[in-house]
């Protein structure tokens, strides 16, 4: 598994960098209330969890809902993602 990959400038991104979600590539299949959450996600800035064999940066929004607190999480390429200073 790769300890880092790079963002949409070519800066390296390491688990435990901040990154701002420029855009997702949701799953189509989802129903709308999930769909809105993933959508929701752009524009955040997250944390990085891991970077996946492919060089994905996973990254996780938690949210407060009328169902509790919810997760989720997504895996961005590079092109999706630009390094933050927070």
Not at 59 to 83: F, I
Request: net charge negative; hydrophobic share 40%; with cysteine.
């Amino acid at each position: 598994m790769p300890a880092t990959t790079i963002d949409c400038k070519g800066h390296t991104i390491a688990p435990g960098d901040s990154v701002r979600i420029l855009a997702i590539t949701p799953d189509l299949s989802l129903d709308e209330d999930d769909l809105d959450l993933f959508m929701d996600m752009v524009g955040s800035t997250c944390e990085v969890d891991y970077i996946d064999a492919d060089g994905a940066a996973w990254v996780a929004v938690w949210w407060n809902c009328s169902e509790g607190t919810l997760t989720t999480q997504v895996g961005l390429a590079p092109q999706q993602m630009e390094k933050s200073a927070i």
